[in-house]
């Protein structure tokens, strides 16, 4: 089984900044994308950022310029660290990973149990 297990997020000022944590453990033999998705009320859950076991970033562009994703595949952690936020980015954030477990084999995805963002005055 993998677990993916999220931590950070709460509640923040507009302007301010917060940063998301995620840990991926389990049985499984390599990451090949961890990524971060948000869920407002109401909307879809749409893509914020993800990142690809060779280090190919892809973001939202609501989020360029505020957002940065990072990760380190051999710790199996990925980090959201969120700048200048608004309150349209108040949202579940969900962490994914994308996963092998043989060579050569098919990706699973695996989702967290999301953490809540809110940005409010």
């Known amino acids: 089984q993998v677990q993916v297990v999220e931590s950070g997020g709460g509640s923040v000022q507009p302007g301010g900044s917060l940063e998301l944590s995620c840990a991926i453990s389990g049985n499984f033999l390599s990451i090949t994308v961890m990524g971060w998705y948000r869920q407002a009320p109401g909307k879809q859950r749409e893509l914020v950022a993800a990142?690809?076991?060779?280090?190919?970033?892809n973001y939202a562009d609501s989020v360029k310029g505020r957002f940065t994703v990072s990760g380190d595949n051999a710790k199996r952690t990925v980090y959201l660290q969120m700048n200048s936020l608004k309150p349209d980015d108040t949202a579940v954030y969900y962490c994914n990973a994308d996963v092998t477990k043989n060579l050569g084999g098919p990706s699973f995805r695996y989702w967290g149990q999301g953490a809540q963002v809110t940005v409010s005055s």
């Open positions: 990142i690809t076991s060779g280090s190919n970033i």
